[in-house]
């Protein structure tokens, strides 16, 4: 949003309010991002994550959740190849991770993040009591604001839309 629109529906508050509102998301962009990061780069480094025998291991723990998932059949589609689906979870979590961070389709990224959070907790932590307890939902709630404005400063969406409006009104 520019100038006009902006002041016109969120009255200035005070130059601290103005910049607190406009960067309100940035902390959870950052936390989420490296969270996210961090979590596929642990899973393709773990001795266990990827040794089929060891305790802790995908497919003990899809073996130990398949009884509690609200939808079992997601964890039966992901026993068809857990190596692979393993990966992909992996890779998928580092390229939301970093899209989140750097702000390069932000929206789209904070969608996979969303359904990623979402099939984990319809597998992992459905049977967590109270629901609460349970980080997978909080994660998805976390995703659902930045889905909804994606990253309007600090991002490359940004710098790209920025370049657009500056090319439009060299035009006009």
Do not use: C
């Not at 060891?54 to 959740?65: E, K």
């Not at 857990?82 to 580092?94: D, K, L, M, S, T």
């Not at 709630?141 to 090319?167: F, K, N, Q, T």
């Amino acid at each position: 949003m520019s100038g006009t629109r902006d002041t016109e529906r969120y009255p200035s508050q005070g130059p601290w309010r103005d910049t607190a509102r406009r960067y309100a998301l940035l902390p959870l962009r950052i936390f989420l991002g490296v969270t996210f990061v961090y979590a596929g780069f642990d899973k393709l480094m773990s001795d266990t994550f990827f040794n089929d025998s060891a305790p802790g291991s995908l497919v003990a723990t899809l073996n130990a959740v398949r009884g509690s998932a609200a939808i079992p059949g997601m964890i039966d589609l992901a026993m068809e190849n857990p190596h692979a689906f393993g990966y992909a979870i992996a890779v998928g979590e580092i390229a939301v991770g970093v899209g989140t961070l750097v702000g390069l389709l932000s929206r789209i990224a904070a969608l996979g993040g969303a359904l990623i959070s979402l099939s984990l907790w319809l597998t992992m932590s459905w049977s967590t009591q109270p629901y609460y307890y349970g980080n997978d939902l909080a994660y998805l709630m976390a995703w659902l604001p930045l889905v909804l404005a994606g990253a309007p400063l600090l991002s490359v969406d940004a710098m790209i839309a920025g370049r657009r409006g500056r090319g439009r009104r060299g035009l006009a």
